[in-house]
C-alpha cells in the first residue's frame, strides 16, 4: 500500500490558480470516487475540503475545486490567497476496508 | 459537528505498548453511522491512516501496522482506543483521532504527540 504520489511543492502569486495532483493507481484513486483532499495549517490538525473527488463540505470556499480523470486525482485552487498557504493531502479508500493518503504538497503564496 | 480529543502518554518507551484514547463529545459512537478512525503524522512528514472501529468493534487496519495494532471502542463512555505494540522509534509522531463518514475524514481532534524513547 503505497502512498499516493504528490508534487512536493507548489507556488502561486495572489490571484492566480494552483493545481495539485495526485496519482494513485486503478486499485484506489482509478477504482474509487472516494478522493479526498485535506488542508493542514503548520501546527494544526488536517481540514476536510474536497470529498468524493469533487464535493465540498459546508463552508468551504469555492475557490477550491477538484477532479478526477484515470489513476489521477486534481484539486485545483482558483484565486490564491495568502490565507492558502499551506499543506495538501489527499486520501483514497483502497477497497480493501483501508485508506491511502498522498505525499503532501506545501503551497506557497509568492 | 463532533468534537474528539486524544489523551494519554506523551513518551513511551521502546518495545512497549503505545496506549491512547479519543473521546468523542457532540455526538454518539454508537450511533452506527461513522467509523472512528486513527491517523499519524512523523514531524515533518505525512499523514498515515492506522485503522478504524466501528461501534460494534469490528476494526480494519493498515496491513503494514496490522500485526501490531488493536482499536477497540467503549461505547459507554463514548470513547475509542488505539494499542500499539513494540514501538519503535520509528513510531514517533502525532496521533490524530478522526471521524470517519462515508470514506471521508470529517472531524479531527486536535493531535497529541507520542516520543518514543529511553
Known amino acids: 500500500q503505497s502512498a499516493l504520489a504528490q508534487p512536493a511543492s507548489v507556488s502561486g502569486s495572489p490571484g492566480q490558480s494552483i493545481t495539485i495532483s495526485c496519482t494513485g493507481t486503478?486499485?484506489?484513486?482509478?477504482?474509487?470516487?472516494?478522493v479526498a483532499w485535506y488542508q493542514q495549517h503548520p501546527g494544526k490538525a488536517p481540514k476536510l475540503i474536497i470529498y468524493?473527488?469533487?464535493d465540498r463540505p459546508s463552508g468551504i470556499s469555492n475557490r477550491f475545486s477538484g477532479s478526477k480523470s484515470g489513476d489521477t486525482a486534481s484539486l485545483t485552487i482558483s484565486g490564491l490567497q495568502a490565507e492558502d498557504e499551506a499543506e495538501y493531502y489527499c486520501?483514497?479508500?483502497?477497497?480493501?476496508?483501508?485508506?491511502?493518503f498522498g505525499t503532501g504538497t506545501k503551497v506557497t503564496v509568492l | 459537528q463532533a468534537q474528539l480529543q486524544e489523551s494519554g502518554p506523551g513518551l513511551v518507551k521502546p518495545s512497549q505498548t503505545l496506549s491512547l484514547t479519543c473521546t468523542v463529545s457532540g455526538d454518539s459512537i454508537s450511533s452506527g453511522s461513522y467509523y472512528w478512525t486513527w491517523i499519524r503524522q512523523p514531524a515533518g512528514k505525512g499523514l498515515e491512516w492506522i485503522g478504524r472501529v466501528y461501534s460494534s468493534g469490528s476494526a480494519n487496519y493498515n496491513p503494514s501496522l496490522k500485526s501490531r495494532v488493536t482499536i477497540s471502542v467503549d461505547t459507554s463512555k463514548n470513547q475509542f482506543s488505539l494499542k500499539l505494540s513494540s514501538v519503535t522509534a520509528a513510531d514517533t509522531a502525532v496521533y490524530y483521532c478522526a471521524r470517519d463518514y462515508f470514506e471521508k475524514f470529517d472531524s479531527w481532534g486536535q493531535g497529541t504527540l507520542v516520543a518514543v524513547s529511553s
Open positions: 486520501s483514497s479508500y483502497t477497497g480493501t476496508y483501508t485508506f491511502v
Open positions: 468524493d473527488v469533487s
Open positions: 486503478s486499485d484506489d484513486v482509478g477504482l474509487y470516487n472516494y
